[in-house]
Each structure stands twice: as C-alpha cells, then as structure tokens.
Nanobody, 121 residues
Framework: QVQLAESGGGLVQAGGSLRLSCTAS?????MGWFRQAPGKEREFVAA????????GYTDSVKGRFTISRDNTKSAVYLQMDSLKPEDTAVYYC?????????????????WGQGTQVTVSS
C-alpha cells in the first residue's frame, strides 16, 4: 500500500513563492501534483517520473512552477514561484504505477490528504 504525506502549503502574497513536499512509501513509477479550487474540478498541475526525471506541466504553470524529485528520500517537490491569486487551491500529491506521465486524475491510484495554498492579491 502506498502512502503519501504532503507539507508546505500556506498563505502568500501574489508574486511570492511556496514549496510543497510529498514523501511516498511503497513502489510507484511517477508522482503528480493536482489542485482543486472551491467549486471546480480537480486539475492536473505537474508530474514527474522517478526514473529519468521526465516531467510535464499544465500550461498555466509553465515557467512558474518546477517539479523535482529526490529518489534517495522518496520525495517530490513542487516549487511555486510568481504565485497568482488564481493558484489558490488545495494541492494534492498523487502517485501511480505504469509507463509515461499521467495527466489525468484517473491515472492515479494513490492520493495524499491535500494542503491548502492561498495567494492573496
């Protein structure tokens, strides 16, 4: 059974930065970050494969967010810079088995509890 633990959310002013962390127990092939704002669907943000480090991003965060991983710590990070009020959401770490990068929440079998990110204007 895979367990995920997230940390690093909080309140920040627009233009600021936050770093989210997620540690995983158990075998997985890739990790992703999703977010869900009130009244909206959960959406893909970024994902990365443990092996090789190939990564993918949704267009709205390209150039501002960076996903990385530390295989020795089984940890994945989401560095969020130039934050905007529209980035406000609960951010979820997710894990999956299988090839490629999953861009859809249905690709992921394991989920963390979520961490709140609030960006004030």
């Amino acid at each position: 059974q895979v367990q995920l633990a997230e940390s690093g959310g909080g309140l920040v002013q627009a233009g600021g930065s936050l770093r989210l962390s997620c540690t995983a127990s158990g075998r997985t092939d890739s990790m992703g970050w999703f977010r869900q704002a009130p009244g909206k669907e959960r959406e893909f943000v970024a994902a990365i494969r443990w092996s090789g480090g190939s990564a993918g991003y949704t267009d709205s965060v390209k150039g501002r967010f960076t996903i990385s991983r530390d295989n020795t710590k089984s940890a994945v990070y989401l560095q969020m810079d130039s934050l905007k009020p529209e980035d406000t959401a609960v951010y979820y770490c997710a894990a999956r088995l299988g090839p490629g990068i999953g861009y859809n929440r249905w690709n992921y079998a394991y989920w963390g509890q979520g961490t709140q990110v609030t960006v004030s204007s």
